[in-house]
């Protein structure tokens, strides 16, 4: 799957030094952070939960299954990583078993609640203010000298915001699914699965339109017809001047980030040359528009670019420990590409 990956979508950097992750639950950790200020009453319970090589969705599972609560009534902001040691939170609506001893005794061994607060609101998806990794590289082969500089070329241009691997399945699997399903040669009925495969038809083409403007330069150079997103916002707006010295050094400063299509049933939103790029690169993956009709889906923008908040690091011997932040929706995998190749020990 990597190097199909790797052809799929290039990387800027030159890579050829290798690693390998994920060998520990523990060399693999994310903690999901939020700002939300507790109203201490309502009829949202929040448990901030550590879970332990479990996926999120089978997690929401045994909350619900906990608090005999139908499974729609748990919500949480977003998926994190199966193969890791993951902080995140999760809301639970009107548990009917309230006692916390009681909820942890039902909960497997994988599943441990750290922390709960009552709120007024659901968590729902994106709620959150940032995703902070922290990683262990193990046994690295190859030139420190360029992992070294590879680190600083992403503190000072960002990485591609990739939608990373896992959104494609084992052997990119999930894409011809998507394309069957939309096609109605298979049948799916699972609601999680159905939005998944969505999810990876826009997924695709956007990584598409991304290798586009790499493999052109463009990724990080407004052209016409550009829209540009605020840093850390989803407002976004049209570019109305290519060549305009402010835009430039806005995207310097990583103030702004250019924006690919997330696809939809409807006209691209962008304009000039970038619409005539976006429709030319959706169009070489035309079996997937029956399924955005029929579904309603809608056209959206993803920024371009991910530039990682309070990224630091140091060396154990041969190990490489990493530290960085990244806004919701951002893969730390689109950062690890950039640097090393990822050798996957799961």
């Given at each position: ?97 309230r006692d916390l001893d009681e909820i942890k005794a039902k909960l497997p061994d994988e599943i441990t609640i750290i922390d ?215 893969y730390a995998t689109s950062i690890l590409r950039e640097m090393i190749q990822i050798i996957h020990n799961i």
């Amino acid at each position: 799957m990597i190097s199909t990956f790797d052809t799929l979508f290039p990387t800027l950097n030159t890579v050829s030094s290798k690693g390998i992750i994920r060998q520990q639950p523990e060399d693999f950790m994310v903690i999901e952070h939020n700002d939300v200020s507790f109203t201490e009453s309502g009829e949202h319970w929040w448990l901030k939960v550590e879970k332990i090589n479990s996926n999120t969705a089978w997690v929401a599972t045994q909350i619900s299954s906990a608090c005999k609560v139908p499974a729609r009534q748990v919500g949480f902001a977003g998926i994190k990583d199966r193969h890791a040691i993951t902080q995140q939170w999760f809301s639970v609506q009107l548990p009917k078993i309230r006692d916390l001893d009681e909820i942890k005794a039902k909960l497997p061994d994988e599943i441990t609640i750290i922390d709960n607060h009552w709120h007024k609101n659901k968590i729902k998806t994106g709620f959150l203010t940032c995703n902070e990794f922290r990683l262990r590289i193990r046994d690295i082969q190859g030139d420190k000298a360029q992992i070294e500089a590879n680190l600083e070329t992403i503190k000072r241009q960002g990485a591609p915001n990739y939608f990373g691997p896992q959104r494609f399945g084992h052997n990119l699997n999930n894409i011809q699914q998507a394309k069957d399903w939309f096609a109605g040669t298979i049948k799916v009925n699972n609601k999680n699965l159905r939005g998944l495969l969505i999810s990876t038809a826009r997924s695709h083409i956007f990584n598409l339109i991304v290798a586009h403007r790499i493999a052109h330069k463009t990724w990080n150079q407004v052209i016409p017809g550009d829209i540009l997103q605020l840093n850390q916002s989803h407002s976004w707006f049209h570019a109305q001047d290519a060549t305009s010295d402010e835009l430039t050094q806005r995207l310097a400063a990583f103030d702004i980030h250019l924006t690919a299509a997330l696809w939809g049933e409807d006209d691209v939103q962008s304009t000039d040359q970038c619409a005539k790029i976006e429709s030319q690169i959706a169009d070489t993956q035309a079996a997937y528009q029956p399924g955005f009709i029929s579904h309603r889906v809608k056209q959206d923008r993803r920024a371009i670019r991910i530039h990682p908040e309070a990224m630091s690091h140091h060396w154990e011997g041969h190990d490489l420990l990493l530290n960085f932040k990244l806004q919701a929706g951002a893969y730390a995998t689109s950062i690890l590409r950039e640097m090393i190749q990822i050798i996957h020990n799961i």
